[in-house]
T-cell receptor, first 117, second 113 residues
Framework: AQKITQTQPGMFVQEKEAVTLDCTYDTSDPSYGLFWYKQPSSGEMIFLIY??????QNATEGRYSLNFQKARKSANLVISASQLGDSAMYFC??????????????FGSGTRLLVRP | DAGVIQSPRHEVTEMGQEVTLRCKPI?????LFWYRQTMMRGLELLIY????????DSGMPEDRFSAKMPNASFSTLKIQPSEPRDSAVYFC???????????FGNGTRLTVT
């Protein structure tokens, strides 16, 4: 079974508008963490935002926010005021477990976002 | 902060040859990870180390793949012998602390002909 599901292979958004990238996850572990990464065409992986399973507030980092709905097991990334430089692949990832020695980060298949001028 | 450094950036080799990919993690980071990215399979975790000790190598595809971390500042991923299906981008990443995100290197693009 897929641990991390990103159902949108590709998306378009108009510059300056907000966009939501979907991510659902599957785990029975009460302790886990959710991450979003950006991969531009140049290929590097850039960390964007993190949400812990026990965090009470939704995470925010500048124009990025995470819409964390624990009961639905979803962790959608919201990008506000899209910019042309936001065009990239976006990956959702999950870490399960509470022990550092058992740390494994599992990635979804990604969503390719294209920002239109 | 120099970030995670991988070498080489590109490697083209012939089937059957040995390939060695190198990684220098961020200073002070105690965990190191090797990932492989392909169009078909996405990002796959191959192996990871904690304090230079291999913790989980269940993602290593075959015995042809091996990884070492002789010290806290250096790791290698070796493929011997290489095959065309090993062609991919190989990422090294490191982190410090349980809740910390992974910091990725720029990757090595391997092409096996």
């Amino acid at each position: 079974a897929q641990k991390i599901t990103q159902t949108q292979p590709g998306m378009f958004v108009q510059e300056k508008e907000a966009v939501t990238l979907d991510c659902t996850y599957d785990t029975s572990d009460p302790s886990y963490g959710l991450f979003w990464y950006k991969q531009p065409s140049s290929g590097e992986m850039i960390f964007l935002i993190y949400q812990g399973s026990y965090d009470q507030q939704n995470a925010t980092e500048g124009r990025y926010s995470l819409n964390f709905q624990k009961a639905r097991k979803s962790a959608n990334l919201v990008i506000s005021a899209s910019q042309l430089g936001d065009s990239a692949m976006y990956f959702c990832a999950m870490r399960e477990g509470a022990m550092d020695s058992s740390y494994k980060l599992i990635f979804g298949s990604g969503t390719r976002l294209l920002v239109r001028p | 902060d120099a970030g995670v450094i991988q070498s080489p950036r590109h490697e083209v080799t012939e089937m059957g040859q040995e390939v060695t990919l190198r990684c220098k993690p961020i200073s002070g980071h105690n965990s190191l990870f090797w990932y492989r990215q392909t169009m078909m399979r996405g990002l796959e975790l191959l192996i990871y180390f904690n304090n230079n000790v291999p913790i989980d190598d269940s993602g290593m595809p075959e015995d042809r793949f091996s990884a070492k971390m002789p010290n806290a500042s250096f790791s290698t991923l070796k493929i011997q012998p290489s095959e065309p299906r090993d062609s991919a981008v190989y990422f090294c990443a490191s982190k410090q602390g349980w809740n910390s995100p992974l910091h990725f290197g720029n990757g090595t693009r391997l092409t096996v002909t």
